[in-house]
């Protein structure tokens, strides 16, 4: 219920502990049932005197921006920081915003107020560390996300059901090969890769509840492909929490799906193909560095008989990505840290996977968690981290 809990500041917290409105817990059993979307709709059938408390808005915002409603999110944020500056719950939810529309200056103002004002919460701790990931202080971060595991009361509940759209559409599966195909055609030697490439190995199709398309390609022709999918309709999207040059998000407005576009270079020295999460302006071993094994292309029919390419040894990828219980489904399993295939346990791969890891617990998605703790101890020998760790795989 901690991802209930992030909408509401400390002090609003403790003066609800008194007298709470009824309102107050059908909203978290709506949140856990129905998500976001069906809690926002139910605040919004609130009467008008409720909607003026302090509680209202402060969860409507949060709900608002899991929704990406960002503008409107921001406008209650700013409402409630007009009145009280340090409103714990605005300025996460302002910062986070912020964050997400590369307004850097504003996110690390607020942020710095934050943790000032806040310093032992577990919330403050892990929005400040996105920020300081977002400016490249990958170190100061990762000291942050781990506080931010400590403080975080990782008392497991009911998992949160999880509505997701189908992924694994006729639509979808043609837009991959048309796109494929496009890429092809036009001198860029595109493949699937990761879930895109387990899907097509294991089950003949996409994944059913994917988020994303998965492709890699020579990094050397990155920029020819840009130019290719911006053509074909596909928007450049920002990075969510820090500016990445590999990879490479997309989004198609008319499928309202997400591509992801890999890099892939051989190294110097090692002559091993590497791709990963790359940021600009960090040392090399910063980065978040994936190995796959050495492979070759060839060319395929799509199911409407034009041509693209897939790799010839795509059952070795897969197992490099998925370890060797690949054939069979794990909801839970996470590529972030657990794949076989990421170099050591950087500073970059340590961010995404202790933020990924205090996401799931505060979103409910308890095997997910449990599957990235078990991963981290693996990698690791830091104390306070496996005792986190311990505590998370023993609840």
Wanted: charged residues 30%.
């Amino acid at each position: 219920m901690e991802k209930f809990d992030q909408f509401w500041s400390e002090d609003m917290k403790k003066k609800q502990l008194a007298k709470k409105p009824a309102w107050i817990e059908k909203v978290k059993n709506i949140y856990q049932e129905s998500g976001a979307s069906g809690a926002a709709d139910f605040l919004e059938s609130l009467p008008e005197k409720d909607k003026k408390s302090h509680a209202y808005r402060s969860m409507l915002s949060g709900f608002l921006l899991e929704l990406k409603c960002y503008q409107d999110a921001e406008k209650i944020c700013l409402s409630i920081v007009e009145k009280k500056p340090v409103d714990e719950g605005a300025l996460s939810n302002l910062i986070r915003i912020y964050l997400k529309k590369g307004v850097n200056d504003k996110a690390l103002t607020l942020s710095s107020r934050l943790i000032g004002e806040y310093p032992e919460s577990a919330i403050a701790n892990s929005v400040y560390a996105s920020a300081m990931q977002r400016m490249g202080h990958l170190s100061e971060a990762v000291s942050y996300y781990k506080k931010a595991l400590k403080l975080q009361d990782a008392k497991f509940g009911k998992e949160r059901k999880k509505e997701k759209k189908p992924f694994n559409t006729p639509e979808v599966e043609q837009l991959m090969w048309n796109t494929l195909e496009m890429l092809a055609s036009s001198g860029v030697h595109a493949f699937p890769t990761a879930g895109t490439l387990l899907g097509l190995v294991r089950d003949g199709t996409l994944l059913p509840h994917d988020k994303d398309m998965d492709f890699s390609l020579p990094y050397c022709e990155m920029t020819r492909a840009d130019k290719i999918l911006k053509k074909a309709g596909w928007k450049r999207v920002p990075h969510n929490v820090i500016p990445l040059i590999n990879p490479i998000a997309y989004y198609n407005d008319e499928f309202e799906i997400s591509l992801d576009l890999f890099g892939v270079s051989v190294e110097k020295g090692s002559q091993k193909c590497i791709t990963g999460f790359w940021m600009k302006g960090v040392p090399k071993e910063w980065n978040r560095i994936t190995e796959i094994p050495e492979f070759e292309l060839k060319k395929i029919k799509t199911p409407e008989g034009g041509e693209c390419w897939y790799p010839k040894n795509p059952e070795l990828i897969v197992a490099r990505f998925y370890g060797e219980g690949w054939r069979y489904p794990d909801p839970n399993f996470e590529t972030i840290v657990s794949g076989g295939h990421v170099r050591g346990f950087s500073l970059l791969t340590q961010c995404y996977s202790f933020q990924k890891l205090y996401t799931c617990i505060s979103n409910g998605d308890y095997g997910k968690a449990k599957n990235l703790a078990a991963s981290i101890k693996k990698k690791t020998d830091d104390k306070s981290l496996l005792y986190i760790c311990g505590k998370i795989l023993s609840s």
